[in-house]
């Protein structure tokens, strides 16, 4: 049945016979699966609220297509202004702004529109009235003819007649004379910046958005919250256009606010020798990646606030052409022809901005062409000239046409080809139209300049199609082809090959390759047909190109294999399948742009299998060195249903320290680095190329995997367990996922956002919350799917920024800086391989704590002393500039800051800041202070190919925006002791809590509480509860260990410590506590709270307390404990114990240990290196049982003793009154 527009639509508006309008067509093109009645009847509610903006209306509409009018006598009567817009303007307008709203929704709605205008018949019916004519019918033609979903079409002569709108960015259609707009075109700032002037104020200053800038958004009902989602660019991005570079303002508008954005078209004439009016054009740019970027168009320039069109142009003059200033100052002060245009839109890109855009139409006419100062700009000859980059700007080349003239593609590529030193003079007829088409119409080819010459750039893609006859491998060739009536000599063999378009995927070309040439479509090769990914491989190749001598061709070859599931089933028979039989496939081959030299007709190709052990050239046999029987099986129903476990990447070779030289006194790291080294041309495509559209994750991993020796050092005794308690091969993975993490943040505006949040499938393509595989629960998805609309992706891209790895303006991004990141990425965690870590030389003795001889237990300071004595046994470290290395050893040697540690109150306040707080006073620099906030960010994240899982799925929300919000903690060391930052830290964690906690606790005891509610990270109420049921014995051990602040003659105010209280110490970090917290105390938060304090206990015999260290910190690593369950931790095992043991001055492990054992019997006897731990819930001393002093008789004396120190004065943590002031509501 029809639809008749939305659920509240007015019945069509009658039209006049024979009335000029603008006609939209839109036909809706979505999956029949798709096509129910709330969406359809949503779409059509969307459509009429588009067509409001512009005064639009619905003549005629059925469920899945319709009309929409524009006419002035529409516009009188909905009173609409639409000030210098044409119909024209307002039809394209609305179509954009349908597809703009069509894209937004989910899942996105797949409409074909056609735009077109003149005057429309009426036809009178019995039951009503129906249109046709001209504008009608060119209108639907057009939109069935659309080359994409979700783009306007439109005639040539449509885009002739657009005034306001004449300079969106249309793109070429294949149909003739068309043109297409895609929804994200948008007017001047939203064209890319080299297409205009870019002001030339000074941009030094704050490129932030200001807590200002926000709450002036805030107070004028604009919702911030959606920026940087989408297609909506941030509120930096905004703040920078309106504040830093100027290029627009606010204005306000009663309680609203309206964003200006002024721009000057100049068009800058002089007359030529011939009586020509000759006008200045910019006929390309060169972009970054050497790409030539057409652009044919006048020069442009922004307008600052209150300048004024000459001001403008005046910058543009002197920065742009380098005219002097007695030239500018005389073209300005002549009469010049001024026009201006408005418009007012609503922009998909400043989301719930109105933006009023003015534009000045300036004729400035150059006097006299003679004058010297003049050459710099091609005159008195009209030669063409190249202006420099500068700034954002990048390099372009400009030219002098005769005003109004309209050079076709033909004629301007000619002219290019000429300016590059390229002779076109002895081109066959009709080559320079084919060259044309291939670039700008079908587009087969791209032209990039390389070294100063132009190079055409071609896609080629090869498919290997692979089948296995009796046992066989076979490869399918082709062995004859005949086109055009003739059979095609000197033929050469070869697989499925097919050009690509320059915008499209390998993945994409390689099914529309076995369509075009074998006729399979989608659907076959899905069902029978592997495509296999891990195959794919990319080759260049550079030629001069026999079809346009002169001009250098490079061959990008994308090379893939596919293999043939069954081959006995009856649907292969048509491809000679299962006996191998050859065959021929028969198509026409049409031209997309009928010309006089372009050739349509039957072409036949011949096609046979041949054993794969037969082929002879060096290129075939290089790419099947390994055999594709054994690629990926094919379980594919099985897959298709079957939940998908955890993916792993492949480690790289394993290495082996056990084979090592032990009498070597080098680090095992050196020995095993020994002969490698870094390969640096891959390392720096990487960080080059982390910003490139083309670049996916597989290139990048692959880059980084054969560029970093250091990977392999996750190898090293495969079988053994990391400090962290995992496997080294999860280390590996973890790393890995660090490195992906880094690639995906950079990207994040290139998807790189959906692929953090959801990861990419075992084809290394993105995967979003409709990605049917792996399947993922429902639960899942929607963590997902919060995580990506709520996170605050805005302050990632600040953080990446103040670190020096993005950067404003083309350049996009600091290779340099980005190579360190890497780098840093690789090697951050090799030292939580057990066997790799350093023993400290008597040379560099003492270090940060450790003496001779000692092992350099903590993965963090292992790595800062090899960084410190030992830099080459780091290859990618050693090659790195010294700017680099110097930020790498800030982060990791000198900082000695753990983000970890803060976020989950892990460590106390002098392992985290003290030795941060000398170099913030000192005035460090602050990119490197964020550089390591950026690493700390992605080595936290616990990622794999399935995206950043710890962030998207595990950290709570409040959580995660603490990690974040944390980076601002170190700025307030420059204020305050490092103490009552923690302090300040943990009150404002406990009173965001949701739920309420209720007030902030003091007294004895107060901070422990803080802490343990931090570190659990989950049901608080029952954490606190199981604190104050402990036992007093137990509770006090955590009261006073929790509140030691580990720095000199500081105490927490919290603890409200009477007068005279010193501090002591050393205090204890308990390495792993929050995850014990968080594994053993989510189920039994009472049992974990007493293991805490029996490791507490039993670490206080091994370093008594003393005023004299209560500026230092010791260790205590309970790796072993961290993923347990309580249950596991608290069963008793006849015959082990769970032990203590002090590894060095300042370190201490959790190790399980069998009594019988010599090394136990030793230790115990002497009692300085061990101690037992009394894990069980019924508390019969453990040091009892096996005959030794009770050390809970040594801790109970200690808590009943007045704690005179020994100058007379009193340690806060005794006397702190007994009674606690918080309590749990």
Same mark, same amino acid.
């Given at each position: 049945e029809p639809c008749q527009g939305g659920r509240d639509a007015a019945p069509p508006e009658? /039209?006049?016979?024979?009335?000029?309008?603008?006609?939209?067509?839109?036909?809706?093109?979505?999956?029949?699966?798709?096509?129910?009645?709330?969406?359809?009847?949503?779409? +059509?509610?969307?459509?009429?609220?588009?067509?409001?903006?512009?005064?639009?209306?619905?003549?005629?509409?059925?469920?899945?297509?319709?009309?929409?009018?524009?006419?002035?006598?529409?516009?009188?009567?909905?009173?609409?202004?639409?000030?210098? /817009?044409?119909?024209? !303007?307002?039809?394209?307008?609305?179509?954009?702004?349908?597809?703009?709203?069509?894209?937004?929704? !989910?899942?996105?709605?797949?409409? +074909?529109? =056609?735009? +077109? &205008? %003149?005057?429309?018949?009426?036809?009178?019916?019995?039951? %009503?009235?129906?249109?046709?004519?001209?504008?009608?019918?060119?209108?639907?033609?057009?939109?069935?003819?659309?080359?994409?979903?979700?783009?306007?079409?439109?005639?040539? @002569?449509?885009?002739?007649?657009?005034?306001?709108?004449?300079?969106?960015?249309?793109?070429?259609?294949?149909?003739?004379?068309?043109?297409?707009?895609?929804?994200?075109?948008?007017?001047?700032?939203?064209?890319?910046?080299?297409?205009?002037?870019?002001?030339?104020?000074?941009?030094?200053?704050?490129?932030?958005?200001?807590?200002?800038?926000?709450?002036?958004?805030?107070?004028?009902?604009?919702?911030?919250?959606? *920026? %940087?989602?989408?297609?909506?660019?941030?509120?930096?991005? #905004?703040?920078?256009?309106?504040?830093?570079?100027?290029?627009?303002? *606010?204005?306000?508008?009663?309680?609203?606010?309206?964003?200006?954005?002024?721009?000057?078209?100049?068009?800058?004439?002089?007359?030529?020798?011939?009586?020509?009016?000759?006008?200045?054009?910019?006929?390309?740019?060169?972009?970054?990646?050497?790409?030539?970027?057409?652009?044919?168009?006048?020069?442009?320039?922004?307008?600052?606030?209150?300048?004024?069109?000459?001001?403008?142009?005046?910058? *543009?003059?002197?920065?742009? #052409?380098?005219?002097?200033?007695?030239?500018?100052?005389?073209?300005?002060?002549?009469?010049n022809d001024v026009n201006d245009k408005v418009e007012r839109i609503k922009s998909m890109f400043f989301p719930g901005v109105d933006t009023m855009y003015i534009t000045y139409e300036v004729h400035i006419h150059i006097p006299d062409p003679n004058r010297p100062e003049l050459r710099s700009i091609g005159l008195p000859n009209m030669t063409g000239f190249d202006t420099d980059a500068i700034a954002t700007l990048p390099r372009a080349t400009w030219s002098w046409r005769i005003r109004g003239e309209e050079l076709s593609n033909e004629e301007a590529l000619e002219r290019l080809l000429q300016e590059h030193g390229i002779d076109t003079n002895d081109y066959p007829p009709g080559v320079i139209s084919e060259l044309c088409d291939e670039l700008y119409e079908s587009r087969y080819a791209t032209l990039n300049l390389r070294a100063g010459h132009l190079v055409r750039n071609i896609q080629i893609i090869k498919v290997w199609l692979c089948a296995t006859i009796l046992s066989v491998d076979y490869v399918l060739r082709s062995k004859g082809k005949m086109q055009f009536g003739k059979r095609e000599r000197n033929h050469k063999e070869g697989p499925v090959t097919m050009r690509m378009r320059s915008d499209q995927d390998w993945k994409a070309a390689a099914l529309s390759c076995l369509y075009g040439k074998l006729g399979m479509d989608e659907a076959f090769v899905k069902s029978h047909l592997v495509i296999v990914d891990s195959s794919y491989r990319l080759d260049e190749e550079v030629e001069y190109s026999r079809s346009y001598p002169g001009l250098k061709t490079v061959y990008n070859i994308h090379t893939v294999k596919c293999r043939v599931k069954d081959v006995d089933n009856p649907e292969m028979s048509f491809i000679g399948l299962p006996e191998g039989n050859d065959f021929a496939v028969t198509r026409v081959r049409q031209s997309l742009r009928p010309s006089k030299s372009s050739r349509e007709g039957v072409v036949s190709t011949l096609w046979f299998w041949k054993p794969r052990n037969q082929l002879t050239e060096t290129g075939d046999l290089l790419y099947f060195q390994k055999s594709f029987t054994n690629d990926q099986t094919m379980s594919g129903e099985v897959e298709e249903f079957t939940p998908m476990g955890r993916r792993q990447l492949e480690p790289p070779m394993f290495l082996r320290p056990s084979d090592l030289d032990e009498s070597s006194t080098s680090l095992v790291v050196e020995e095993l680095m020994r002969g490698r080294s870094t390969n640096w041309s891959r390392a720096q495509r990487a960080a080059k190329r982390i910003l490139d559209p083309t670049y996916?994750?597989?290139?990048?991993?692959?880059?980084? #995997?054969?560029?970093?020796?250091?990977?392999?050092?996750?190898?090293?005794?495969? !079988?053994?367990? @990391? &400090?962290?308690?995992?496997?080294? @091969?999860?280390?590996?993975?973890?790393?890995?996922?660090?490195? $992906?993490?880094? *690639?995906?943040?950079?990207?994040?505006?290139?998807? =790189?956002?959906?692929?953090?949040?959801?990861?990419?499938?075992?084809?290394?393509?993105?995967?979003?919350?409709?990605?049917?595989?792996?399947?993922?629960?429902?639960?899942?998805?929607?963590?997902?799917?919060? $995580?990506?609309?709520?996170?605050?992706?805005?302050?990632?891209?600040?953080?990446?920024?103040?670190?020096?790895?993005?950067?404003? %303006?083309?350049? =996009? +991004? !600091?290779?340099?800086?980005?190579?360190?990141?890497?780098?840093?990425?690789?090697?951050?965690?090799?030292?939580?391989?057990?066997?790799?870590?350093?023993?400290?030389?008597?040379?560099?003795?003492?270090?940060?704590?450790?003496?001779?001889?000692?092992t350099i237990h903590d993965h963090d300071i292992a790595l800062s002393y090899v960084l410190d004595h030992h830099p080459s046994a780091l290859p990618s470290y050693a090659g790195l500039s010294k700017k680099q290395q110097d930020s790498i050893r800030f982060t990791q040697s000198k900082m000695e800051y753990n983000m970890g540690w803060l976020v989950q109150a892990e460590a106390p306040a002098g392992a985290l800041f003290t030795k941060l707080k000398e170099y913030v006073q000192n005035g460090a620099d602050s990119q490197d202070l964020a550089f390591y906030f950026a690493i700390g960010s992605q080595t936290l994240q616990g990622l794999s190919r399935k995206a950043a899982e710890k962030f998207v799925l595990k950290f709570p929300r409040k959580v995660l925006s603490s990690f974040i919000n944390s980076f601002k903690i170190v700025g307030e060391l420059a204020t305050k002791s490092e103490s009552q930052v923690l302090q300040d830290y943990l009150v404002w964690r406990w009173t965001s809590h949701q739920p309420s906690l209720g007030a902030v606790p003091t007294g004895h005891g107060s901070i422990a509480a803080l802490r343990l509610v931090v570190m659990a990270q989950g049901d608080s109420p029952s954490v606190l509860r199981a604190l104050q049921s402990l036992a007093a014995e137990d509770s006090d051990v955590l009261f006073r260990e929790l509140g030691h602040t580990g720095c000199k003659e500081q105490l927490f105010s919290l603890e409200q410590p009477p007068e005279g209280s010193v501090a002591m110490g050393p205090a204890i970090l308990v390495y792993y506590a929050p995850a014990l917290m968080q594994k053993a105390g989510r189920v039994d938060p009472a049992a974990a709270l007493r293991i805490l304090a029996e490791l507490f206990r039993q670490a206080r015999q091994f370093w008594p307390l003393l005023p004299s260290s209560s500026g230092s910190t010791v260790t205590v690593r309970i790796d072993v404990l961290k993923e347990m369950e309580v249950k596991m931790i608290t069963a008793h095992t006849p015959g082990e114990v769970w032990a203590l043991e002090k590894t060095s001055s300042r370190d201490a492990e959790v190790k399980k240990l069998c009594l019988g054992s010599e090394d136990l019997t030793h230790a115990l006897m002497s009692g300085s290196k061990l101690r037992v731990l009394n894990v069980s819930e019924n508390r019969p001393s453990s040091a009892t049982v096996l005959g030794m002093p009770e050390a809970r008789n040594w801790v109970n004396k200690m808590d009943s003793r007045s704690w005179e120190d020994y100058d007379g004065t009193r340690s806060a943590s005794a006397l702190v009154g007994r009674s606690q002031t918080w309590d749990v509501r």
């Open positions: 009658r /039209m006049q016979d024979g009335e000029e309008c603008s006609c939209l067509y839109w036909t809706l093109c979505d999956d029949v699966k798709l096509l129910k009645e709330e969406r359809l009847l949503a779409l +059509h509610d969307g459509i009429l609220d588009c067509a409001k903006v512009v005064a639009a209306r619905m003549v005629e509409a059925s469920a899945t297509q319709g009309l929409l009018i524009c006419s002035e006598r529409i516009a009188e009567q909905e009173s609409f202004n639409g000030g210098h /817009m044409t119909l024209e !303007d307002c039809i394209v307008r609305l179509g954009q702004l349908v597809c703009r709203w069509a894209i937004s929704q !989910d899942p996105p709605f797949a409409l +074909h529109i =056609g735009v +077109h &205008s %003149g005057r429309i018949k009426k036809l009178k019916l019995r039951h %009503g009235e129906a249109y046709f004519g001209e504008p009608l019918l060119e209108a639907k033609r057009l939109a069935d003819l659309a080359p994409q979903d979700s783009c306007v079409q439109i005639l040539k @002569s449509t885009k002739d007649k657009l005034n306001v709108l004449e300079r969106l960015p249309f793109t070429c259609s294949r149909v003739n004379d068309c043109y297409y707009l895609e929804p994200s075109a948008e007017l001047p700032e939203e064209v890319p910046v080299s297409a205009a002037y870019e002001s030339f104020s000074p941009s030094g200053g704050q490129s932030r958005c200001t807590a200002e800038f926000r709450q002036m958004l805030l107070d004028h009902g604009i919702d911030i919250s959606k *920026f %940087g989602k989408g297609q909506a660019k941030t509120l930096d991005e #905004l703040y920078r256009n309106v504040a830093v570079e100027k290029k627009s303002y *606010f204005v306000g508008k009663d309680d609203s606010l309206e964003r200006h954005m002024e721009l000057v078209n100049i068009s800058l004439t002089v007359m030529s020798p011939k009586g020509h009016e000759m006008e200045l054009r910019l006929n390309c740019e060169v972009l970054k990646d050497s790409t030539l970027v057409r652009r044919n168009q006048k020069p442009s320039a922004f307008i600052e606030e209150g300048a004024g069109w000459k001001s403008a142009v005046d910058a *543009f003059f002197k920065h742009r #052409l380098g005219l002097p200033a007695e030239i500018r100052q005389e073209l300005l002060d002549q009469e996916n994750l597989k290139g990048f991993y692959g880059d980084c #995997l054969a560029a970093f020796p250091e990977l392999l050092l996750y190898t090293a005794d495969e !079988d053994s367990i @990391s &400090s962290s308690g995992r496997s080294n @091969s999860e280390e590996y993975q973890r790393t890995v996922g660090a490195l $992906f993490a880094v *690639f995906w943040c950079m990207r994040r505006k290139m998807g =790189g956002a959906e692929s953090f949040c959801f990861g990419v499938d075992d084809e290394w393509e993105p995967l979003n919350s409709w990605s049917k595989q792996p399947r993922r629960k429902p639960e899942e998805i929607a963590k997902r799917q919060s $995580f990506f609309t709520e996170v605050e992706w805005d302050r990632i891209d600040e953080l990446l920024h103040d670190a020096g790895l993005l950067c404003d %303006g083309v350049q =996009g +991004h !600091d290779e340099e800086r980005v190579l360190a990141m890497l780098v840093l990425t690789a090697i951050h965690d090799i030292m939580k391989i057990v066997s790799l870590l350093p023993i400290v030389q008597e040379a560099y003795a003492p270090y940060r704590g450790y003496k001779a001889g000692e």
